[in-house]
């Protein structure tokens, strides 16, 4: 990895004002910047000080110019007029600044950031990460087992809102590179809730609604956190042949033997029983001689780690994620660097953070030299048909949520994708439940996309690998670091074989880093990046309900693909990174890394399901209340409630289905599914979800000739 700043970054020359009060505005513009873009952060005139992203002020403010609105309201104005793109949060920014996002240019590209949008019985309620999270069904899937359902102070939502916003401007900017034409990107918090969803919808769709299981999975055993001698351990293991391999490092021939449980149907059927068997070993060993142990036989594992230590895990460190700058008090600010590392460029870390205002003169010289709209506008009224990505070819070997939530999105934004899976099918295929004799998970996500089955080891697997990454513009992978190196293809010869190639690898370490090749899930990221820490019950740090370090994993390789192709088109030249789960959590976790916490609520039981109330005070009401008294009952007092919404609740509710964000696909040979439509929302190119993923296709020389690659070698072993 290099050391010294790239020449170009793919947002040089692209100014972007930032007016939006949301947290998520605010991590959407940080991603811009770190991609080179001109950031303008405006202050002042703010509608509530103490809300939205004005308490992270500082860590948002870094890399960014600061403009005190009240000094410079002309320019303010001005700026918006010729600015390539204005990020706004319409549900809760103040008048003045609802006024600068209506003088927005043709050309300009609008991203908004609210908590619902405008459609549906939420359309356009100011609502906060947290009571999203009720109403989404994300409270209800976070918490202990038969405990009441519990609130995250991570602004998970928030923060995924912001990395789509940021995806789709970039998207944009490419579809404005041949159109001269802005258009407005919306994402909203809850559009991002329901596509959290992919683990937890499945157990709906079987009539099974799902419950929480603290750090357990819905659809894995075992999965789950466990007290050792000193602290405690998250250990995941998916697959029979690592259920084996956990066995014989615990020592329990007994288990590996056991005919019942060596299929993951059987194991998932006595959840409690293998967590007690492990827990028993666990508790013998001390924290850091279960990893040692468990690292050894391939399982992923790792310990809880609190955001305090972030700064000393050694492979943070030696990612240098966790930086320390000057702040505006002279006092030491912490602050993370960009997650987005590449072999050939990087995101740009911010410096020492810059006093409130002193952005005013280069705002105010800016306006002055920017050039004036053309008096001949283009015609930016009418959808175009073309999609951001229409023509490229992606290739993704993605397994579970990470990498095939990239690929989905892609595809979404016009791309040919191609799922490269291994002989006999990607695992996921057979979690349970099923529909059609195929996973309901694994349909969720891998809409859109074409698979073929190709055996990497193999001689005919190989040339036909390298054939596919001859044709195609992006490679994305999170198979676990170096796996690909391994198979003959490290990056310099898939840049070899493809110059113009966007290799794309995450894992859950990352290639460059002190725990390299080690085994990840999202549950064991979560706990070593901080975010087992952001969320507690009872005392004890639980994950979030939702797969947030993968599904985050893949907004990060999302926004960096997107990224690469902007600079592409000017260089020509294709690139490759090293991207890291762990950053990216780490990232995640920075609203507690200053002092700042974020106010909690408190859930509470009612006669007929829970309510999240945003008041720490104490409430007394009796077991006999329904919801919606109390609901209202807390309303009379000026304290925002609402009833936590399950999983079945969200997939047939008013709001999910106003923005049409679960839906029936066309039929596949007379097969129907259910569908999640993407997160993003844009107005003159939208983002089209159509169809299932269907059955590996065998490589045959008729495939061949269909994907345009040469046929099969003749003495092919």
């Not at 013998?284 to 992923?300: G, H, K, P, Y």
């Not at 048909?385 to 993605?398: A, Y």
């Not at 044709?471 to 190196?485: F, R, T």
Request: hydrophobic residues 35%; charged residues 20%.
């Amino acid at each position: 990895m290099g050391s010294t700043p790239p020449t170009r970054l793919p947002l040089d020359g692209i100014t972007v004002v930032e007016i939006g009060e949301r947290y998520g505005a605010g991590v959407c513009c940080s991603f811009l910047a770190q991609l080179g873009a001109d950031v303008y952060f405006l202050e002042g005139e703010e509608t509530a000080p103490t809300v939205g992203k004005w308490p992270h002020r500082s860590i948002l403010a870094a890399g960014k110019r600061r403009v005190d609105i009240p000094i410079a309201p002309d320019d303010a104005r001005n700026s918006v007029k010729v600015a390539d793109i204005i990020v706004v949060s319409s549900d809760m920014d103040g008048q003045f600044r609802r006024e600068l996002s209506q003088v927005a240019g043709t050309g300009t590209i609008v991203g908004d950031v609210s908590a619902f949008g405008t459609k549906g019985p939420y359309g356009n309620l100011p609502y906060s990460d947290a009571m999203v999270q009720a109403v989404s069904g994300m409270m209800d899937v976070t918490g202990m087992p038969g405990h009441p359902p519990t609130v995250s102070t991570l602004l998970l939502l928030e923060g995924s809102a912001g990395l789509y916003a940021a995806a789709g401007i970039l998207a944009a900017l490419r579809v404005r590179a041949g159109t001269d034409c802005g258009q407005l990107i919306e994402t909203t918090l809850y559009d991002c809730a329901v596509n959290f969803l992919t683990t937890f919808l499945p157990a709906h769709y079987s009539n099974t609604p799902p419950t929480r299981l603290g750090n357990g999975h819905s659809m894995v055993v075992p999965w789950n956190c466990y007290n050792t001698s000193d602290g405690r351990v998250q250990i995941c293991s998916v697959t029979d042949r690592q259920w084996q391999s956990l066995c014989k490092a615990i020592e329990r021939p007994d288990l590996q033997t056991n005919p019942d449980l060596e299929k993951l149907a059987g194991r998932v059927l006595v959840r409690s029983q293998i967590d007690d068997a492990i827990e028993a070993w666990t508790r013998r060993n001390s924290t850091e001689e279960c990893v040692f142990i468990l690292n050894a036989a391939n399982i992923a594992c790792g310990p809880v780690l609190t955001v305090d230590d972030l700064a000393e895990d050694e492979n943070l460190k030696h990612r240098k994620m966790v930086r320390t700058v000057k702040g505006i008090d002279e006092k030491p600010l912490q602050i993370p660097a960009s997650p987005i590392r590449g072999r050939q460029w990087f995101g740009r870390t911010p410096g020492n953070l810059a006093e409130a205002g002193s952005g005013n003169a280069a705002l105010e010289k800016f306006v002055s030299t920017a050039a004036a709209p053309s008096a001949i506008e283009p015609n930016c009224t009418d959808k175009d048909d073309t999609s951001p990505l229409n023509g490229l070819r992606v290739l993704e070997i993605g397994q579970f949520t990470t990498a095939p939530l990239a690929g989905k999105v892609l595809a979404s934004l016009g791309a040919e994708v191609i799922k490269i899976e291994p002989p006999g099918g990607d695992s996921a295929r057979q979690w349970s439940p099923h529909r059609h004799d195929l996973s309901y998970f694994f349909v969720l996500s891998n809409s859109d996309k074409t698979s073929v089955e190709i055996d990497l080891a193999s001689p005919q697997g190989k040339r036909d690998f390298s054939n596919l990454i001859a044709s195609a513009d992006v490679l994305l992978e999170n198979l676990k670091a170096g796996s690909l190196e391994r198979l003959g293809f490290p990056p310099e010869v898939l840049l070899k074989l493809n110059p113009r190639i966007i290799y794309c690898p995450i894992s859950g370490f990352g290639s460059d880093g002190v725990y390299t090749g080690r085994p990840a899930f999202d549950t064991v990221v979560q706990a070593m990046s901080g975010l087992m820490d952001m969320t507690h019950d009872q005392g004890v740090p639980i994950k979030c309900g939702a797969s947030i370090c993968d599904v985050s994993g893949g907004q990060l390789a999302l926004i960096a693909i997107l990224a690469s192709l902007l600079l592409r088109d000017h260089t020509g030249q294709g690139c490759s990174f090293d991207l890291s789960m762990q950053d990216i959590g780490a990232y995640l976790t920075q609203t507690r890394w200053n002092g700042v916490s974020n106010p909690v609520g408190q859930t509470f039981e009612c006669s007929n399901g829970y309510v999240y109330a945003e008041t720490t005070k104490s409430i007394t009401h009796s077991l006999d209340t329904s919801c919606e008294q109390l609901v209202e009952s807390l309303q009379n007092q000026g304290v925002h409630a609402a009833r936590i919404a399950t999983i079945s609740d969200v997939a047939v509710s008013e709001q999910t289905q106003a923005r049409n964000l679960i839906f029936d696909s066309l039929p596949n040979n007379g097969k129907t599914w259910p569908l999640l439509n993407s997160p993003i929302k844009m107005s003159l190119t939208p983002t089209s979800v159509k169809r299932a993923i269907g059955t590996p296709k065998m490589m045959t020389d008729e495939l061949r000739d269909e994907l345009g690659i040469e046929r099969e070698m003749a003495n092919a072993v």
